[in-house]
């Protein structure tokens, strides 16, 4: 079996509830989790997903920086196109996904609607 390198890119995550060592899940799934975007590190599972947000008229840079502070957020910038700010963040469950989305992002002013894409490993 090839090797398998598990990255940590510095990220804060709490202690996981899986049981299962970052080898035991790298043998499982096998060569596919090989850069940063992997969905094991540390012997974590993580759910991923890049959150669209539409914000009010001159309000995406703003939304972003606030956005890019909150617990979860790897990532937030500012885009032109039918999205104004598009977010990475990942969490434990998916449940924990979805409270970030519904209590924390949702909840910053000019935000005006959100649409959220999780990352399927295919």
Known sequence: MPTVRVVDPGA???RSRCPES????????GPRIRNESASVRK?????QAFILIQTE???AAAVA?????LPGVTSA????GPYDV?????AQTVDELGKLVVARVQGVAGITRTLTCPVVHL
């Open 22 to 29: 970052a080898t035991a899940a790298t043998d499982r799934l």
């Open 57 to 59: 008229v001159g309000q």
């Open 43 to 47: 012997g974590h599972t993580v759910v």
């Open 65 to 69: 920086q606030a956005i890019a502070e």
């Open 86 to 90: 598009i977010v990475r963040a990942e």
């Open 77 to 80: 910038e500012d885009v032109t």
């Open 12 to 14: 804060h995550h709490p």
